[in-house]
């Protein structure tokens, strides 16, 4: 089949937060009620946000992308990945490469060459900035986190002209969680004036981030939480009603998925009193370990384990890094924090979580089990239980037309949706 595709990542939302909540997500549980329904579409190793973007992107796994962590290894410290740190093509670039006008609203990891229109994330600086390697963060780096790549000015054609104002708002002047809800709006806003526009893009990537912080901070399945998944809901409901203002509705494909599940914790384990003279960087549960010389891992493994963390295989990292970074998993309802800045007191190994709800537990943990649905003309309703991380990917590219070949997995559309 050949569509238009609309693909609307909703961060941190479980399989089993959308299962229990999906009769208060009017929007979300329309498309599912229509189209192709995945229970639970499995995670990335680590099941944290930028490997799981990654993988949505490009179809394929960490340790063939490159991007195995929501920070990785470079020039002696642990740096947020950028859409150069990609090994292989997005499915941006391919669209683009067939000739497809491309939208990418918020998306990371999308390189703006492979875009019509281009607005950075607005969580990427912060991400950048705000831990302890972030005197690495070059200005080159910085200056591309509020890249706006728009050089024919649709978005200001489109009646959006707010644009420095964005960036503005994008420097966290008022608190994280009010300037997120703001700025979700206003990238949401961005993609109706796009769809709404003379020249609606073939495919438009785009991000709801709110979800993930909000049960980060407030608790998995607390009522904030929920009604920030609520929330997203609502933005989405956005998008339908300007296709259904405009007659649009089936030109376009929706796709919504998470990057990962979410699960409550416990006890957060500070790795800098346990193994202090050593570099590493948390994924959330799990938890990267820089090796430097021999004996490293086993010294590591040995202090961790009184305190139940397991050493992981490295299958998922690139074959270059392997050796150099070891992953750890934290126990069930533990995760590995940074010791807050503001704690006083003598340095202890556990305490209390500053994040009272996350992700990246033990690789196959149902808590990180995610959320997907597919829904449009031509997509006929199923409901499929499990689907593997790799199979998101050449599910979307079967809907635009585009050759399946460059992914490891099969798409979830029946051969006979796609003729």
């Known amino acids: ?34 189209g192709l329904r995945v229970r639970r579409l499995k995670s990335t190793v680590p099941a944290t946000s930028v490997p799981g973007r990654a993988t949505m992107l490009t179809g394929l796994g960490p340790s063939v992308h490159g991007i195995y962590g929501n920070h990785i290894f470079r020039d002696d410290a642990f740096v947020a990945p950028l859409a150069e740190d990609l090994l292989v093509p997005t499915i941006a670039s391919h669209a683009r490469r067939a000739g497809l006008d491309v939208a990418s609203i918020g998306q990371a990891l999308v390189d703006p060459r492979d875009t019509s229109v281009h607005i950075s994330p607005w969580w990427l600086r912060g ?3 705000g831990y302890r390697f972030s005197k690495m963060v070059t200005p080159e780096a910085l200056a591309a986190s509020r890249a706006i790549h728009d050089p024919e000015d649709r978005l200001a054609r489109a009646g959006l002209t707010e644009m420095e104002a964005f960036r ?16 979700d709006q206003f990238l949401n806003r961005a993609v109706v004036a796009l769809l709404g526009s003379d020249q609606p893009p073939d495919l438009v990537l785009t991000e709801i981030e709110m979800p993930d912080a909000f049960q980060h901070y407030l608790g998995y399945h607390s009522p904030a939480g929920v009604w920030s998944v609520e929330f997203a809901d609502m933005l989405i409901g956005n998008l339908l009603a300007v296709l259904e203002r405009t007659g649009c509705r089936d030109d376009y494909v929706i796709a919504v998925a998470s990057d990962h599940g979410h699960g409550p914790v416990d006890t957060a384990i500070y790795p800098e009193a346990i193994i202090p003279e050593m570099l590493w960087m948390t994924e959330g549960a799990s938890l990267y370990v820089l090796l430097k010389s021999a004996g490293d891992l086993e010294r590591v493994a040995e202090r ?4 139940g963390v397991e050493l992981w295989n490295n299958d998922h990292v690139p074959e270059n890094v392997r050796g150099t970074v070891a992953m750890f998993v934290a126990p069930p309802r533990h995760s590995f924090e940074e010791r807050p800045g503001d704690a006083s007191g003598p340095l202890v190994a556990t305490g ?13 943990s ?11 003309d031509g997509i006929a309703p199923q409901v499929i239980e499990v689907a593997d991380a790799e199979q998101f990917t050449p599910t979307l590219a079967s809907v635009l037309g585009l050759p399946l070949e460059p992914y490891a997995g099969r798409s979830l559309i029946a051969e006979e949706s796609q003729l």
């Not at 503005?168 to 700025?183: F, K, R, T």
């Not at 961790?304 to 305190?307: E, F, G, K, M, V």
Request: aromatic share 8%.
């Open 1 to 34: 089949m050949q569509k238009k595709l609309i693909s609307i990542l909703v961060d941190g939302v479980s399989a089993d937060t959308f299962e229990k909540y999906a009769h208060r997500l009017p929007n979300m549980r329309q498309l599912a009620e229509s």
């Open 127 to 129: 991400f950048m900035t």
């Open 366 to 376: 149902p808590e990180d089990d995610r959320m997907f649905i597919l829904s449009g």
């Open 304 to 307: 961790l384990l009184p305190y």
């Open 168 to 183: 503005d708002a994008a420097d966290g002047v008022a608190p994280h969680l009010i300037s997120g809800l703001a700025l």
């Open 352 to 364: 209390s979580p500053h994040l009272i709800s996350t992700h990246g537990f033990r690789p196959g």
